[in-house]
């Protein structure tokens, strides 16, 4: 049999991976991965050596989702490639501690390198390229003396080089071209390279001399002082012929990689910046209406019990997870104190609030110079726009009201998508190509404190990134007007199809039902569990899960209904005011009790509504 934590793992992947299809022979509970050999039992790309999986070969499935908190139990996994999918959310802190071959290049991964890299002793090849990973790099390349490989090119990498680079003394193979990387590189010249590639970065200075014995060295693109003479044809290129498919290969074989850059494929470069996707055709919700005669075949006695089945287990599920949470927040009441500035385990790097917030009142400034096209400052005629100070402050990108203004054509009626309590939603076409959805705040006047406390809103809706929650991509707070720019979700919201006329509920297939009820308890799971301290959604309901092209759920408004303290009053109804000021708080003791039986009967009547 399988050791029992491998097949537990394994279980776990399968859960959050997506695409499942693919992975023939593969369950989410029973099996034996190890004990079930060829044919329709096997389990497609899991390799075992006796009792234990040594090897994980995923790669170019077409396999969307995202990496769970389960890698942590293949406590034998020497190799795992993953290369040329589609999954998205964060590189998970619980890697394989001892692999020795890791390959999760071609994705939709974000975020930055887990800080847990250094208790990966046995790794010899590490390959990130072609992701969307950014920010700066921390000192993750302690102890990693058996590293040999590493590419983490085609990314969005800034900052310095680590000074940990300089203790890979085993590093052979180094690519870091096309990053946004500044600073010196003189942390890279004790190192034994044969193959080194930083071009197109922002690095500067000169070159360190040892660089003219690294036999293939790319450094073009960069802005180094002259004087450094190599030849850059003296980089051997020894590419491997092109994979049959569109996405362009990074290296995907045992070190060392291919040397010369293919073009990015769309998920590390391109813009509009997509949400994650599956790459299995035919699940689009045009194509669901199709399905709908064959689900008619089906008895309803059949269905009815199904329904009954599977929502009873979601509301266990939601019931396991509140009461978990509950346990978890009690076990720490000092995380509840400090939640604005407290960061989730596995965002380490960004930056915490009061470390680089300026004071609102610092802003303040006497003349009047508002926007153009109708944002004027009537209401908050004072504040100058705090973006440029705090630039640095939240994950999301800062948007100019200009550029706001131009995507909704002065906020045109059509480009108007909806409206909810905190005011009307547009959709913006972006110069660059990208497509969002813009809400756009009613906002009082606002006092210093109140200021604040929208900053940290803001912030605490920046940090929560899961591949299904709606992320907040921008934001634009100026001279008393706030906009809050979200990914746009090409089927709206899950009751605009469960109630609509024109997409009536019976669109959906149960495959598709099934979908939006486990993502929707991963994003509940995520905030629950994940954060630190834990999130409390308080506004759950059919409106606020939108839907994309694939109909991937993305639970939204995640700690926005506070927002409520800063909307007009004539919108907000008391009740509303009174539910929303209790979201994005931390699942304290107090409102812990309150919210999760409302939680339950919330989600209870959602999952009913679905199926
Ligand atoms: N990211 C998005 N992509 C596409 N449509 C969206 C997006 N966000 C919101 N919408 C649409 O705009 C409508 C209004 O959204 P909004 O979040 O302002 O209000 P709501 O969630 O419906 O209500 P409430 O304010 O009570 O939460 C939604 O019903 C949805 O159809």
């Known amino acids: 049999f399988t050791d029992p934590p491998d097949a537990l793992g394994l279980w776990g992947l399968y859960r959050t991976l997506e695409s499942l299809w693919q992975l023939s022979g593969w369950t989410f509970q029973g099996g034996d991965p190890c004990g079930e050999g060829r044919g329709s039992k096997h389990w497609r790309g899991v390799v075992c050596k006796g009792s234990s999986i040594v090897a994980i070969n995923i790669s170019r499935l077409g396999v969307g989702g995202w990496l769970g908190p389960d890698m942590l139990k293949f406590q034998s996994l020497k190799k795992l490639d993953m290369s040329f999918n589609n999954i998205a959310g ?9 692999v020795e071959y890791l390959n999760l ?37 302690v102890n990693m003396d058996s590293l ?21 003394t085993n590093l052979r193979y180094l690519y870091l071209h096309h990053n946004e990387f500044t600073g010196s590189v003189i ?5 034994p390279l044969s193959s080194l590639n930083i071009e197109n970065n922002h690095f500067s200075g000169y070159v360190p001399g040892p660089f003219q014995s690294i036999p293939e060295l790319r450094i073009d693109g960069n802005q180094f002082q002259p004087g450094f003479k190599h030849a850059s044809s003296s980089f051997t290129r020894r590419t491997p012929p092109d994979p049959p498919q569109s996405l362009s290969p990074p290296p995907t074989q045992s070190p060392p990689p291919t040397q010369s850059p293919p073009p990015p494929p769309p998920a590390a470069k391109q813009k509009p910046k997509q949400r994650p996707k599956s790459l299995k055709p035919s699940f689009g919700y045009s194509s669901l209406e199709n399905n709908s005669h064959h689900r ?19 509301v266990l599920l939601i019931v396991g997870l509140v009461l978990k949470s509950q346990r978890s927040c009690s076990c720490n009441p000092k995380s509840t104190s400090n939640h604005a500035k407290t960061l989730p385990a596995n965002m380490e790097t960004v930056p915490k609030a009061n470390e680089v917030l300026y004071s609102w009142s610092s802003l303040l400034i006497g003349s009047d110079t508002s926007s153009s096209n109708g944002i004027t400052s009537e209401r908050v005629p004072k504040i100058k726009s705090w973006f440029k100070t705090s630039k640095n402050l939240l994950t999301a990108k800062q948007f100019p009201a200009a550029d706001i203004l131009a995507a909704t054509r002065d906020f045109n ?11 009307r939603v547009y959709r913006g076409d972006f110069s660059d190509g990208q497509l969002l959805a813009i809400k756009r705040i009613d906002m009082v006047d606002l006092s210093l404190s109140e200021q604040d406390e929208l900053m940290d809103m803001l912030w605490n809706i920046s940090r929560l990134k899961h591949p299904n929650i709606s992320a907040l991509v921008g934001y634009c707070v100026e001279f008393g007007h706030c906009a809050l720019l979200y990914e746009y979700a090409e089927n709206g919201s899950l009751a605009d199809i469960l109630f609509s006329a024109a ?12 979908k939006i009820a486990l993502g929707v308890a991963y994003a509940l799971e995520y905030m629950h569990l994940t954060c630190s301290p834990p999130v409390a959604h308080g506004n759950i309901k059919a409106r606020n899960i939108l839907l994309d092209a694939q109909l991937m759920p993305y639970l939204c408004d995640s700690g926005l209904t506070k927002l409520s303290h800063f909307v007009n009053t004539t919108r907000m109804k008391d009740s509303e005011a009174i539910t929303s ?31």
């Not at 040999?148 to 890979?168: H, Q, V, Y």
């Not at 009626?413 to 005011?423: K, P, S, V």
């Open 187 to 191: 942390l890279l010249a004790g190192l």
């Open 90 to 98: 964060e590189i998970p802190p619980t890697l394989p501690p001892n």
């Open 148 to 168: 040999e490989t590493m590419d983490l090119s085609f990314n969005a990498f800034s900052g310095d080089l680590p000074r940990s680079f300089s203790s890979l």
């Open 413 to 423: 009626e059509e480009c108007f998508i909806g409206e909810g309590l905190t005011g």
């Open 105 to 141: 290049a071609a994705n939709k991964f974000e975020g930055n390198i887990p800080s847990s890299l250094p208790w990966l002793h046995s790794l010899k090849y590490l390959n990130f390229s072609y992701n969307k990973l950014s920010g700066v790099i921390g000192d993750v390349f």
């Open 581 to 611: 000021a209790k979201a994005m708080l931390p699942l304290s003791s107090v409102i812990q009790e309150q919210m999760a039986s409302k939680l339950i009967f919330t989600v209870l009547v959602l999952f009913c509504l679905c199926f």
């Open 503 to 514: 997409t009536r509920s019976r669109a959906l297939s149960w495959k598709a039902r099934m």
């Open 296 to 314: 008619k075949s089906h008895s309803r006695v059949t269905a009815a019990a199904i329904a009954s089945a599977t929502c009873t287990v979601f």
